[in-house]
């Protein structure tokens, strides 16, 4: 989520700390990985907040690596493809069924177990455990689908050219 190993480390400590203050306040209601869980990513989602977001104006050269990078227009920046897989992916979660996509988001987003979804969605343990299979699957397809969209994308326009 950081995308930095150092800063993982810092936060993986800080999420120790609150682990160690916030111990008592665990009622049981849901697994206690759960609720691990849940406190990492808001420890972590509290830090991006504090940090906030480093504007960059589109006009000027990029001096903060060795090597300067130029910002031409079309062209793809590679520094943004996690973004824009990150954007895929929100595609295809929202493509999903409804039911494969709450299984998939209990479990593999908020890290609920497969015996707390089936009690959430009154289904059974094998249910749950199917449909987050047939979700991934789902996903991969449509992912693979999506890259091989982007990827032809380019060859499309370099062909309205030739024909010019």
């Known amino acids: 989520m950081t995308g930095d190993t150092a800063e993982a480390e810092d936060l993986t400590q800080e999420a120790f700390l609150q682990l160690f203050r916030k111990i008592s306040t665990?009622?049981?209601?849901?697994?206690?990985?759960?609720?691990?869980?849940?406190?990492?990513?808001?420890?972590?989602?509290?830090?991006?907040?504090?940090?906030?977001?480093?504007?960059?104006?589109?006009?000027?050269?990029?001096?903060?690596?060795?090597?300067?990078?130029?910002r031409d227009y079309g062209d793809e920046d590679r520094r943004l493809m996690g973004s824009i897989d990150r954007l895929s992916l929100d595609r295809a979660i929202a493509a999903l069924p409804d039911g494969y996509r709450t299984v998939f988001v209990l479990h593999d987003v908020e890290g609920y177990e497969h015996k707390e979804i089936a009690e959430i969605m009154d289904c059974s343990t094998g249910n749950s455990k199917s449909q987050l299979h047939k979700a991934r699957l789902r996903l991969r397809q449509h992912l693979r689908d999506d890259q091989g969209k982007r990827s032809h994308e380019p060859a499309r326009e370099s062909k309205r050219e030739d024909e010019r």
């Open 26 to 70: 665990f009622r049981g209601e849901s697994a206690f990985t759960t609720w691990l869980h849940r406190l990492v990513v808001n420890v972590v989602l509290m830090h991006l907040r504090k940090k906030g977001l480093q504007q960059v104006s589109l006009d000027e050269v990029d001096s903060s690596q060795e090597e300067p990078v130029r």
